[in-house]
């Protein structure tokens, strides 16, 4: 019997490497999905400070989930859109030099 307890511990450990791959795996091939869902979440914890100051300095008068929100909306996406924009521009040149050869087939 005692033979069997660090058998039972080494096959913890495995089960706990196999689950640990699992979860990587898992990272490495939704990354699409997985990095901006963490990010939303860092996001919300960075901002809960905020939130709560301002709740606090006014309570009743500004919803402020409505005020970051709001600031979110009209200040980061925006500015973001406006730099993707820029990029795509800069880069049609480049994507017709691309496309001009298989539309002349």
Known sequence: ????????????????????????????????????????????????????RIERSRPGFFDPPVLLGSFVFFGLIPGSSFRQLTSLVASLPDIEQHLRPSLMK
């Open 1 to 52: 019997m005692l033979n069997s307890e660090p058998d039972a511990q080494l096959d913890r450990v495995y089960k706990s490497l196999i689950v640990l791959a699992l979860l990587v795996a898992l990272l490495v091939f939704n990354k699409d999905i997985v990095v901006p869902m963490a990010f939303a979440g860092l996001f919300s914890v960075v901002l809960l400070p905020i939130e709560t």
